[in-house]
């Protein structure tokens, strides 16, 4: 029998997951759970009393074993008498993976007996420290989960060094009742090599519904001009699932969020495998899409991270995304798989490796109809007179512009319209402050852009590239002093989206309950943008209905000018959302 505490039950079960064989435990009440468990799971344990040996005692079973060796001690100073070991460990490039039992944080510094602030105290000596949760719901035990994975992950990534994992124990300590340790999940990760090259497209291939999500992300891949070009995007649009945002560059975007809301919970369309590429995702129904799928995910990324946004990882194939999508496209393509095959494998295997699987293609032609069908009713959609006609309008204009553009949009509803519209009248990518989706700084750093573009352009004796940046209203006069800046560029234009507050709010369900939502939540205002151009020297333009938006986006794309222009668009943000509602009501009955 084992503990009834999750957290070290999560922990024993991945300990023995990952192949920890050997434990050196130390005397106490509050880690005699933890020791209880590492004794009932096999894991071999050596007792030692004090602290300070003990740490090197496992120091000197870890030299001769060359494996990862348990230090698991109580609460209190205990963890502080096994530092010299640890940094000995440290400098020596030696597994020890640090197990403190902790007090619950309430306790701390209130004068309980054998409790000190415990999470980092050995910080500079371990690659990873980490404080598992006490799980109450399926929340926290993910996270204890992840917790315990990144920590040995990195025990041995890139070479050998000790982690510290603490593990708060509320009382009662002494209930064994658990008759199994839990199915954990277990993530691995595949470094760059040739085992990670083999890994991904055998996986990929052999599912029968493979799925390629793409997150945001910016490549500097190779031109298609370039003799070494290979085109894997048309290859994987024609064969294979791709959900992706128009804040990458490795395949464009698509309007996900509206197509996952078409589908609804339909079964048909969930993946078996994900290849998960890049960074952040805006969609919500995205994210629940795939955290509510039985997929088993792999995130490809050169970062050791754990990001797992899923809920779902089990694989880290540490490559650069656009390295990892050629992997899967020259394997496919070429006939050059003999490594790729174990030795059990037989012609009839490899020549099913070779060919389309008809699975793949069924599930493709699945999702290529919602697709086409999405296209036509977001085409056919005229939205009245909104936030959401504004972007349409731009995106329809830009597909007619001869110059090269880079086009900015801020977070909340601007960006949440960019991935509706990108796709829609001509392919782009997006340029977000994703990465913590903020409101600050999009103005900014649309003017920091287009500023090094105007250098680039003066010392190349081109003209400079345009730079295009949409914005709402709270984003823009929260960051109005990117206009005070002596940098500004002629190459600069920007669409003030306002409503009169943050209508993205007007979404939230439940919040309309509340008579604060509009004062002090939305951040109501009736504030113009005409004097912050005025006293920047900044071109202005206003547009209050339809007419004058479209007139305003025509001059806002061709006049020349020597100053950058402004064009605020007012709207009324209860007719903003209800475009919205009615686009995605009109979805919905179109079905599938």
Known sequence: MFSNKDNINILTALLRAHHVGAAVVCPGSRNAPLVHNLHEAGITCYPVTDERSAGFFALGISQALQLPVVVCITS?????????????????????????????????????????????????????????????????????????????????????????????VSEPLFEFTTPALPEERVISRYKTSKSSDIFLPKTFYEAARPMIVVGQEFSDWVDEDDADYIDWRHFFYNYGVVLAEPLNNLFGGFPVDAALAMIGDDPAYQP??????????????????????????????????VHDVTMRMTDLVMMEPYD???SLYYYYEHDTFADIFGPNDTDEDQMKFYQLNPAHEAYHH??????????????????????????????????DVFYDYHLHY???????????????????????????????????????????????????????????????????????????????????RVILLNNGGGGIFRTLPGLEQSPVRDTFVSAA???????????CDVGYLRATNMEEMQEGVVRLLTEETKRPIVLEVVTDSVADHKQLQEFYSQLRNVGR
């Not at 995205?286 to 792999?298: D, G, N, P, T, Y």
């Not at 699945?366 to 086409?372: A, G, I, L, N, P």
Request: net charge negative; charged share 20%.
């Open 525 to 535: 205002h009736q504030t113009s943008a005409q004097g912050i151009c005025t006293q």
């Open 76 to 168: 209190g100073s205990a963890l502080l008498n096994v530092a010299p070991a640890v940094a000995e460990a440290w400098y020596q490039h030696v597994p020890l993976i640090i197990i403190s039992a902790d007090r619950p944080e309430a306790w701390i510094d209130q004068l309980d007996g054998q409790t000190l602030p415990q999470p980092g105290a050995l910080d500079r000596f371990v690659r990873r420290s980490v404080t598992l949760p006490e799980p109450h719901d399926d929340v926290s035990r993910w996270h204890c989960n992840r917790l315990v994975n990144q920590a040995l992950l990195d025990y041995r990534f890139p070479y050998p060094a000790p982690v510290h994992i603490n593990v708060p």
């Open 410 to 492: 801020a977070n909340s509803s601007a960006v949440r319209l960019a991935c509706l519209y990108a796709d829609c009248f001509t392919r782009h990518h997006v340029w977000c402050n994703r990465g913590v989706n903020g409101i600050e700084g999009t103005l900014s750093t649309a003017v920091g852009f287009a500023a090094s573009k105007w250098a680039e352009s003066e010392e190349k004796g081109e003209e400079a590239e345009m730079v295009i940046c949409v914005t709402g209203d709270l984003s823009f006069f929260y960051d109005q002093n990117a206009l005070w800046n002596t940098n500004l560029t002629p190459n600069l």
């Open 272 to 305: 078996d495998v994900v290849v998960y590429l890049g960074g952040h995702i805006v969609s919500k129904r995205l994210k629940r899409f795939l955290r509510q799928s039985e997929a088993r995910v792999i995130m490809v990324s050169p970062d050791p991270e």
């Open 366 to 399: 699945r999702w290529e109809k919602v697709f086409k069908r999405l296209h036509e009713r977001t085409l056919n959609f005229q939205p009245a007179y909104s936030q959401m006609a504004v972007v349409r309008y731009l995106e329809e204009q830009l597909s």
């Open 324 to 326: 990892a999508m050629s």
